[in-house]
DNA sequence: TCAAAAGTGTTATCCTTACACCCATGT
DNA sequence: ACATGGGTGTAAGGATAACACTTTTGA
């Protein structure tokens, strides 16, 4: 219970650094895009001897490598596996890396990623199945679920399973008359990790129940454990959402409802409703008018609007609620 | 963005164990009660040549060290200031420090605890401020509210202040008119930690803006940044309490809905409403009568209860959601 | 018979959800 | 004039919050 010796273990910083442009949720890689190498979340090394904390770290680096400027920053969750790094057979360096999520305005800082090899790619090509927009997505009925339900059955004889592979199935992905919920997206990622479908697992030593030729690529894999933590940052924006007004710092400074109703439903991946939404905002005083519209959307022209930062410090927490279906 | 060098550091898991027993949230503390020392939260290293994960380590250590057995885990946060361990002169090693939840039955244990240099320690010892069950608690008015206004004017002309000191102390303490939030107990340790009025602060070297001599105790200090883990874990417990059924990890088999009560109360702070508690627990069908009655409690026999495990695979969400002032 | 705790029934209110229609502009 | 998106009012249903009284035992 004290002061034993301690091994030394190489600590990184990995962040998921998060825009919204075009109504498409995208965070920033690391890696050419024509490379054939996987794609990577950026990481630096955590230095205590130059930086204080480990946010000041991260800011550090990311202000470093690609002049981008971020706002809001927070830390997600730290992952010490091995295994999950590296083959079975790797003896090498030990690494912890503790994820973050960081918001940033995608026009801010165009410019400022040619230099670096950095690009910003949409999120849901790593996770097709996150995104309900137009729908249920059929990736979901042609192949995930299917190759899901086979690796649920073929655990039923196994009395080993604490809480049986069909009910995690029903809750994360939301089959059996249970409801999708969003929020679920690292929940799904690490049945599909565990199922042995994505070819992160593969990688780390792990057999699907099925034939692997029979498993088709379940969106676009990571490096490392990355898209792990990508997946639990989406997870946590998307909870965060409704609790903080954290949407605002991927907005521009004025933007219409529809913009924001936009951003949001490209973040939380579904439809929300019109009137609710803007009722929703209204009453939570979370925006004011700037007496300015707008006439790009073509149509009738919008009224621009500016995030009131005063709610920050006359409401316990501002966020937008998004009721069952908003 | 890429494979830089890693500084070396060493990675400690550090837990707040906590138990319920007699109406009393405890969590378990190493070192002697008659020792002049701190009271200090039990850690271990994380070495990963042994434990895959750092549950797996976690559990390993506690195990190892206190015979305890622990349920319920969880990682709360992974520290790695600087000045929080250490004084400002002082470059020894560095370390991180992964926080972690785990919740445990004292009755389990009793035996165990006494090989061992550790005792659970009621939790409220070192957050009196945080105990509502009796009313609003006294310390509140007669020594941190009269101090932390003071702190808030103090910083008044300094423009270089984000959010205003008076309106984090209206959110975190619920001053002026706003409501306390139970949930917000490791906000109100880190404005108490900033405005330098708990030891910890000024043993990192943190000025109070008032004289040393005039700030009384406020609640039990602890080594290190152990308090401030331990207010992170109250904090998850209270807010993880209304969406996930997690009491009954420091329940016994068998309790009287009134137990059940009592044990919510003592984790959240506060009373609660019992008609609505039971409605609530009813209709959520988190518990099932086991038939018995239990004449313990000195008056009309109360009906026994037993937790139905079933619900983690019906609904999605099973907690105790209680309301305002349920 | 009295104290002490268990246990129940009902109503007012608010919040959430759903639905359908009118408005201002560019082409 | 019409297509396109912007913008609003209202009613039904469910969940929450507040209320006070009866029941069963041990002393």
Do not use: C
């Not at 790619?121 to 059929?138: I, K, L, N, S, V």
């Not at 991946?269 to 004011?288: C, D, P, S, Y």
């Amino acid at each position: 219970m004290a002061d034993t010796h301690l091994t030394p273990i190489e600590v990184g910083l990995t962040a998921a650094i998060v825009a919204v442009e075009a109504e498409e949720p995208a965070v920033l890689v690391a890696g050419d895009a024509r490379a054939e190498t996987r794609a990577g979340l950026p990481f630096g090394p955590f230095d205590p001897l130059s930086h204080r904390t480990f946010e000041i770290g991260l800011r550090s680096w990311v202000q470093a490598q690609t002049a981008l400027h971020v706002g809001y920053v927070e830390q997600l969750y730290t992952f010490g596996d091995r295994g999950r790094h590296a083959r079975p057979d790797d003896t090498g360096a030990h690494m912890v890396s503790v994820g973050y999520l960081a918001l940033t305005r995608m026009a801010d800082n165009a410019a400022a990623l040619r230099a670096a090899a950095a690009r910003f790619e949409p999120w849901y090509r790593f996770f097709p199945w996150e995104d309900w927009r137009d729908g249920r997505p059929a990736i979901l009925d042609e192949s995930i679920l299917p190759l899901l339900e086979q690796w649920a059955r073929s655990g039923k004889d196994d009395p080993a399973r604490p809480p049986g592979r069909g009910e995690r199935l029903r809750h994360t992905f939301g089959t059996g008359g249970s409801p999708w919920d969003e929020e679920k997206v690292l929940d799904r990622y690490e049945l599909l990790y565990e199922a042995g479908m994505v070819e992160e697992a593969r990688r780390d030593g792990r057999n699907p129940a099925v034939a692997k030729s029979k498993i088709p690529p379940l969106g676009e894999p990571m490096r490392f454990d990355h898209r792990r933590i990508l997946a639990t940052a989406i997870a946590r924006l998307r909870a965060k959402l409704k609790y903080r007004p954290v949407v605002f710092e991927l907005m521009p400074p004025e933007f219409t409802l529809t913009e924001l109703q936009r951003t949001v439903e490209a973040i939380s991946g579904r439809h929300l409703h019109k009137q609710n939404f803007r009722r929703l905002v209204e009453t939570a005083a979370l925006v004011e008018p700037t007496g300015e519209t707008s006439t790009a959307t073509g149509g009738r022209p919008a009224a621009l609007f500016r995030f009131r930062r005063e709610v920050m410090q006359e409401r316990p927490a501002p966020g937008l609620r998004l009721g069952g279906r908003a």
